[in-house]
């Protein structure tokens, strides 16, 4: 192609209509989208294209993974957004599309994830429409922040505005589109916006005010036994947490999702709350002081509030909302939690002269404790495996404290760890260890079942050098089974671990003491391996121990599809089920 050619073609694009489907793509992809996942319909296909399309900064175009339903789209990005701190996007038909999504989109906005959902939208005033719904008031209704395409004249606008709230409140926001809208025109004095806007500037942060650093620091250093903890939201001061902590003689721990922040750090606890070990629990309840970076205090990860009694609370955050919003607290910080954590520490080595640091809770007897403590796959149990039969079929249960622990030792530490909710829920979230806070996603702010497959995909194309595992019950998988085919498509490096007891377990035992009537909540024997295969990946059967030979093949092949381990186990309640029953779940 001659110059002459190229500048041709270049003014005709220039001054070529543009519609506004094709303007939303090209905004959203501007504006720093990382990977888009979806179901593809009518009302969403122009824009889709227009968002995934190579351009002359990005030859390869945006990442595009197609799901098989509407509702792992949702939670493959949260999971991907959550890995990666980076916008992701969903892309959905109107109505029905949206509504498949909406699980997915309410587990991502409770959890406070970057996801931007477009969705295609009937024309206002079409409510004979078999698509109609009022799309603005059922995401609302999800938690959701529901914006729209208001007009072909607003829609650049529109876009930019939902895409900024996205990224810069961290929220989850569902951009409504119009089919009427889409088809318009972009008024041409702002065409040339949508090739030249920049992705958002994100708010510069800002620590805790001398006064508050002052007074953590004052508490900090009359404390005998401070306790840090870190959630989500401390994720990006890990470093001057970890100095503070050591200069104040504290403890650290995380709520669950937070996990893996501290992995490093030989005085942590892993996890607070339902998920810790009763050694862990029982130091972080004998603290003095609690000061609590970025996490919101739920009852999960207090035990109820139990373990913020007898203790001064500190919680640190940058979102005012979040003070208070489970539990009182003694003192709240607004500021950043890596800015205000060094200002503190600043603050406490003023206290303590140049270079001092106390010893606070970091005695050698409290390191031994720490050390028998930290890991549930250490602690003592009762191996209640049922033996295989000859001659007896389905016969055989392994324990799944043992089947968790030996896939544990199997797998390498280059994982991302991910535990659907269930009675069987401690066993994938904590009985695998993790290497960090990336290798470590929770799905559970919903309590919904069926998200952790979906969830785990996303968070493997997040980490593609990592193996990913899916803790799921066989509830939980039967739900969501269609994207076994999206991990086999993507030759993906992927462990589904099935803890099948045939039953929604969790219900099985919250009612077996007030009746025998359990018909509703147990089902017969489900081959869920020959499915599996069904789908084309690789699958076992495990039953006892032995059985897990398979799995090493697996790990020591080509890892180019996933394997689905189908674990008959033995039945019982767990222990995080015995938190939420005495809880009052």
């Known amino acids: 192609m001659t110059a002459q050619t190229l500048q041709s073609t270049t003014q005709t694009a220039a001054t070529a209509p543009m519609t506004v489907s094709e303007a939303v793509g090209r905004i959203i992809a501007r504006m720093g989208a990382a990977h888009v996942f979806g179901v593809v319909g009518s009302g969403n296909f122009r824009a889709t294209n227009a968002l995934i399309a190579p351009t002359a900064e990005r030859p390869q175009g945006i990442p595009f993974t197609a799901s098989r339903h509407e509702m792992g789209a949702a939670c493959m990005a949260d999971a991907y957004s959550r890995a990666t701190g980076r916008l992701s996007v969903v892309t959905v038909h109107q109505g029905c599309g949206l509504s498949n999504a909406l699980t997915g989109i309410g587990e991502a906005a409770k959890s406070r994830t970057p996801v931007l959902v477009i969705s295609g939208d009937t024309p206002g005033g079409q409510y004979g429409s078999n698509f109609y719904i009022d799309q603005d008031q059922v995401v609302e209704g999800m938690g959701a922040v529901a914006e729209r395409l208001h007009s072909p004249a607003s829609a650049v606008a529109d876009t930019i505005r939902a895409v900024t709230r996205a990224v810069n409140d961290r929220r989850t926001v569902v951009l409504s589109m119009p089919l009427d809208v889409q088809e318009g025109t972009v008024p041409e004095e702002q065409r040339a916006l949508v090739d030249q806007v920049d992705p958002p500037v994100a708010p510069t942060p800002a620590g805790a005010s001398p006064e508050a650093a002052e007074r953590i620091a004052e508490l900090l250093a009359g404390a005998e036994r401070p306790v840090i903890v870190g959630g989500r939201g401390a994720a990006a001061g890990v470093g ?5 902590a050591e200069r104040a003689g504290a403890l650290l721990t995380t709520s669950a999702v937070g996990r893996g922040l501290f992995h490093q750090d030989p005085w942590h606890l892993d996890v607070m709350g339902g998920f810790s070990t009763d050694g862990a629990a029982e130091l972080v309840a004998e603290a003095d002081v609690l000061l609590v970076f970025g996490a919101a205090l739920n009852r999960w990860t207090t035990r109820d509030g139990t373990l913020l009694r007898g203790k001064t609370v500190i919680q640190v955050d940058d979102t005012p909302r979040a003070f208070g919003l489970h539990y009182p607290v003694d003192l709240t910080i607004l500021g950043d939690a890596g800015l205000t954590a060094a200002a503190v520490d600043l603050a406490l080595a003023s206290r303590l002269g140049s270079g001092g640091a106390r010893t606070g809770y970091r005695t050698e007897e409290t390191r031994a404790r720490v050390a028998e403590s930290l890991h549930w796959r250490d602690q003592a149990y009762e191996d209640v495996s049922e033996p295989v039969v000859t001659g007896e079929a389905d016969s055989g249960r392994i324990d799944p404290r043992l089947l968790t622990n030996r896939l544990d030792e199997m797998v390498p530490m280059e994982r991302v760890v991910v535990p659907d909710g269930g009675n069987f829920n401690a066993y994938p979230a904590m009985h695998f260890r993790v290497p960090d806070n990336t290798g470590y996603c929770v799905p559970l702010a919903f309590q919904s079942i069926g998200l952790a497959l979906s969830s785990a995909i996303g968070a493997q194309l997040a980490s ?12 939980g998988l039967l739900m969501s089974l269609v994207e076994l085919e999206t991990a086999v498509r993507l ?12 039953a929604y377990g969790a219900e099985v035992h919250h009612f077996v003491h007030e009746t025998d009537q359990l018909g509703t909540v147990q089902f017969p024997p489900t081959d869920i391996a020959a499915i599996a295969a069904g789908f084309g990946c690789a699958a076992v059967t495990v039953r006892q121990e032995s059985d897990l030979s398979a799995v090493r093949d697996w790990l020591d092949g080509p890892r180019d599809r996933p394997i ?9 309640p767990s222990w995080v089920l015995a938190h939420s029953f005495a809880d009052g779940e």
Request: proline share 8%.
């Open 240 to 244: 001057p947490i970890r100095e503070l």
């Open 464 to 475: 593609p050098d990592r193996i990913a595992i899916a803790g799921v019950g066989d509830g």
């Open 491 to 502: 030759r993906m490096p992927l462990m589904v671990v099935v803890y099948n007891d045939a």
């Open 564 to 572: 689905l381990i189908d674990a008959k186990i033995a039945d019982f």
